[in-house]
């Protein structure tokens, strides 16, 4: 979700929120990656790029107005303060985000086998969920 400060205007393109300052994790992150991408495809850049350690300091940062973030909206909606700000969903094409879970060799144990499982959830139980 593209969050923004209470009171902003709908954000459905980075054009509308061209130049504003962004709070995200590393260069490495996936996330981030994601969000300058989102940037780039529609002419648009981020203003500063304030790297953060965490989505609850992101949100704060959000909450305080100077700049915009993007969380998944699970993590947003777990969190303190996630009503003191609007948040946007990303159109269609940049709504999804593959995660791997990567693990060595021979390591594969009982827990992880559970975890696994949790994850696999049905396609038909994704539908809707943004």
């Known amino acids: 979700m593209i969050v923004t400060p209470q009171?902003?205007?709908p954000?459905?393109?980075a054009s509308q929120v061209?130049?504003?300052?962004i709070y995200a994790f590393r260069a490495n992150c996936s996330y981030r990656r994601h969000f300058e991408s989102w940037f780039h495809a529609d002419g648009a850049a981020p203003g500063t790029i304030h790297e953060m350690e965490s989505y609850h300091g992101m949100l704060a940062c959000v909450i305080a107005g100077?700049?915009?973030?993007l969380i998944p909206?699970?993590?947003?909606?777990?969190?303190?303060?996630?009503h003191q700000v609007e948040a946007w969903?990303?159109?269609?094409?940049?709504?999804w985000l593959t995660t791997w879970l990567v693990?060595?060799?021979g390591a594969k144990t009982s827990p992880l086998e559970a975890f696994i499982q949790l994850l696999e959830v049905p396609d038909s139980?994704?539908?809707g969920y943004q």
Do not use: K
């Open 7 to 9: 009171g902003y205007a």
């Open 11 to 13: 954000v459905t393109r």
């Open 18 to 21: 061209n130049g504003s300052n």
């Open 66 to 69: 100077a700049g915009i973030a």
């Open 73 to 82: 909206r699970s993590m947003l909606e777990s969190m303190p303060g996630h």
């Open 89 to 95: 969903p990303l159109a269609e094409q940049w709504r």
């Open 103 to 105: 693990w060595r060799r």
């Open 125 to 127: 139980a994704r539908q």
